[in-house]
């Protein structure tokens, strides 16, 4: 049977697509749903100007169109509009990932002159409480005056709101905000449990019921608002049945550089156990993208397990995501726990019916700042999955 | 299906270029990118805002020296405005 034939890496790579260049893990917000590494404040290295623009070069040489600057907060360094400037000098299609903070109207021109292409604007919520509440932080009005900026500069505009338990219920007066603000698409981005979302993942998840009527609202206003604005709701997928296509497989599309240099085939690859990931300032992207370890280790098929081995859907889903495999099952070769196929589908299933259950006392938020990180650093990472779990 | 403007032009959240690693052109808007085949290609390099839509059929042909190609090049118009990638 050819299924039992594991076919790989022997098969052509394509080039990489997208680069996401994570300048720094500096940030003002404390944003609880975080992303970033538990352990981010224990190494403070950052690529310099030149590291970044040769990562640059050499990424769009590979074949990378899609670029975004992201972090942490871009906008803390202040050589990005000359990262900018390179970066649409090579081709670049240019995105800025920012919460806004620190975007002036003097930096705002300059980008638009140096060629930036997109700017993506998180918000929190629709209200200046629940905006200030979870990142901890007031922001509000702030986020407000850059969003006019933008249309002001003429720029393309996603605005993007991470959703959980507290401000599902506000969808509606998300997307009226969206759409007086002019925003062309409004991405409602369901919390993904990674980094420290992972942490606040009992506190965070919402009930099937908050989902459900979220999206209702969601396709109302869909129906309403029609071409003007484009709705992306993104789903949890631990309320799923079917893993979604992480990075569109591994090694596939997508090359992230975190802002110590070290190139990640995802931007929560860090958190794999056993991986070396190379550094920028080390080995060229090319012989990382094609030749380290870190990216071939989950490409193609050869690397599966049953039941994805012989599922006829891995070439759709790609099994999943490693970095979840490994979070809830503890091997990242293991299928997606999200997959109903997969044998520890039930442990989601429980952890979804859990936030079911009424609270009688909230366990308190952790916050993404630098002596929690401090803290976690300390801590071996698979200790602190079993503490949390 | 969707009305055809009288002379197309890409609409303002896209760029279109080549890209050599692709082969093709391909469409960039924010955080997003559709790689085109070579008709599609070909036919919205054409929408610049001047050409109006016999012109673009009128070139096509005549850089493929084929004939016909009317109904090829206006269901892709179609397609392409109601992708809102042309307006």
């Not at chain 1, 709705?231 to 997508?254: H, I, Q, T």
């Not at chain 1, 994805?308 to 070769?333: H, M, N, S, V, W």
């Not at chain 2, 990118?33 to 109006?52: F, H, P, T, Y």
Request: proline share 5%; glycine share 6%.
């Amino acid at each position: 049977m050819s299924e039992t034939t594991p076919t790989t890496t022997t098969t052509q790579v394509p080039p990489p697509l997208w680069l996401l260049a994570e300048i720094t893990y500096k940030c003002p917000l404390h944003c609880v749903f975080c992303y970033n590494p538990l352990n981010y404040a224990a190494d403070r290295t950052e690529l310099t100007t030149e590291e970044w623009k040769d990562v640059l070069r050499q990424a769009r040489a590979l074949g990378a169109a899609q670029l975004g600057f992201s972090g942490g907060e871009p906008l803390v360094r202040d050589d990005l509009e000359e990262l900018i400037g390179e970066a649409h000098q090579l081709g670049f299609y240019t995105n800025l990932i920012t919460s806004g903070i620190g975007l002036t109207e003097e930096r705002i021109s300059r980008m638009k002159e140096l060629g930036l292409d997109h700017i993506q604007l998180s918000f929190q919520d629709s209200s200046k409480e629940m905006n200030d509440f979870l990142p901890s932080t007031k922001t509000f009005d702030l986020k407000n005056r850059v969003a006019k900026l933008i249309k002001k500069y003429d720029y393309p505009m996603v605005l993007n709101v991470v959703l959980h338990r507290y401000n599902l219920d506000h969808v509606g007066r998300i997307i009226e905000m969206a759409v007086e603000m002019g925003v062309e698409y409004l991405e409602l981005a369901n919390t993904q449990y990674y980094g420290w979302g992972m942490v606040n993942r009992e506190q965070l998840m919402p009930t099937r019921e908050q989902l459900e009527r979220a999206e209702a609202v969601v396709n109302e206003y869909r129906a309403k608002l029609g071409n003007s604005i484009k709705l992306l709701f993104v789903v949890p997928d631990y309320f799923e049945e079917r893993p979604k296509a992480c990075m569109n497989g591994w090694g596939s599309v997508f090359l992230a550089v975190a802002a110590d240099g070290s190139a990640l085939p995802c931007h929560a690859a860090k958190s794999l156990p056993g991986l070396k990931f190379p550094n920028v300032t080390e080995t060229t992207l090319k012989d990382i993208w094609y030749n380290s370890d870190a990216f071939n280790r989950y490409r193609g098929y050869g690397w599966m397990k049953e039941p994805c081995r012989t599922c006829p859907d891995k070439e759709k889903d790609f099994g999943g995501c490693r970095c979840q495999a490994y979070a809830l099952t503890g091997d990242a070769e293991n299928a997606d726990p999200v997959c109903s196929k997969s044998v520890q589908h039930g442990d989601i299933k429980k952890i979804v019916l859990q936030a079911q259950a009424p609270r009688t006392e909230e366990k308190p938020l952790i916050y993404r700042n630098d002596a929690n990180s401090m803290r976690y650093a300390a801590i071996p990472i698979k200790e602190e999955r079993d503490k949390v779990t | 299906m969707s009305e055809l403007t009288a002379k197309p032009k890409l609409a303002r959240l896209f760029r279109m270029q080549w890209e050599e690693a692709q082969g093709a052109y391909v469409l960039l808007y924010p955080e997003g990118m559709v790689k085109l085949n070579q008709s599609a290609g070909e036919i919205l390099k054409r929408c610049n805002g001047e050409r109006d839509v016999q012109a673009i059929i009128d070139d096509i042909e005549q850089t493929f020296n084929a004939t016909g190609l009317e109904k090829d090049v206006t269901g892709f118009l179609e397609i392409a405005t109601e992708r809102g990638w042309i307006v």
